[in-house]
T-cell receptor
Framework: GESVGLHLPTLSVQEGDNSIINCAYS??????FIWYKQESGKGPQFIID?????DKRQGQRVTVLLNKTVKHLSLQIAATQPGDSAVYFC???????????FGPGTRLSVLP | NAGVTQTPKFQVLKTGQSMTLQCAQD?????MYWYRQDPGMGLRLIYY???????DKGEVPNGYNVSRLNKREFSLRLESAAPSQTSVYFC??????????????????FGAGTRLSVL
């Protein structure tokens, strides 16, 4: 049978609803986090970042929340649009580090 | 302004063949990276170059070699391709870290990817 690892977690939301995508990170020493969006056939694109001295950061229609106690990161997308359909990755690193560690990704599907 | 450009976009190889994936960036970035992406998995770092003239191994370097030809170009070579190297390969670059809006930046910018199949 197929490996579970081949199937990305999928979040399906209605157009206009808010989306919340979650990510658990592994390294307690990580102090810089980025969310990337990857559309089909393209490379990842930067959405928003946050440093460990912050709990929340807002961009245009997006908000990133960081809970260092439980090593959890979330991306909130307001008023989700069809163009938001993509795979979303979180990435962690130490601020002076070169090595980013990427999560497996979550596929966001926006329903009409 | 092209950003990060990768060539080729697609490639099919037979087991044992060699090839070089090319990457160039026009953002005057110091650091460059090669990742592979397999189905259902995140990006895994193969090699990186923190500056011209230096290269370091990442998480999955076996079977690959890299060359930082100059500040703009960073190539990835497969000397003897294996089916396990079937993947999508991404090159990325990042510039001098600075502070913007109170957050220190270390953003990586990615190319469109090279889809490689090894038969």
């Amino acid at each position: 049978g197929e490996s579970v690892g081949l199937h990305l977690p999928t979040l399906s939301v209605q157009e206009g609803d808010n989306s919340i995508i979650n990510c658990a990170y592994s390294n307690s020493a990580s102090d810089y986090f980025i969310w990337y969006k990857q559309e089909s056939g393209k490379g990842p694109q930067f959405i928003i970042d946050i440093r460990s001295n912050m709990d929340k950061r807002q961009g245009q229609r997006v908000t990133v929340l960081l809970n260092k106690t439980v090593k959890h990161l979330s991306l909130q997308i307001a008023a989700t649009q069809p163009g938001d359909s993509a795979v979303y990755f979180c990435a962690e690193t130490e601020i002076d580090g070169q090595n980013f560690v990427f999560g497996p990704g979550t596929r966001l599907s926006v329903l009409p | 302004n092209a950003g990060v450009t990768q060539t080729p976009k697609f490639q099919v190889l037979k087991t044992g063949q060699s090839m070089t994936l090319q990457c160039a960036q026009d953002m005057n970035h110091n650091s460059m990276y090669w990742y592979r992406q397999d189905p259902g998995m995140g990006l895994r770092l193969i090699y990186y170059s923190a500056s011209e003239g230096t290269t370091d191994k990442g998480e999955v370097p076996n079977g690959y070699n890299v060359s930082r030809l100059n500040k703009r170009e960073f190539s990835l070579r497969l000397e003897s391709a294996a089916p396990s190297q079937t993947s999508v390969y991404f090159c990325a670059s990042s510039g001098r870290r600075g502070v913007m809006g109170g957050v220190a930046k270390n953003i990586q910018y990615f190319g469109a990817g090279t889809r490689l199949s090894v038969l």
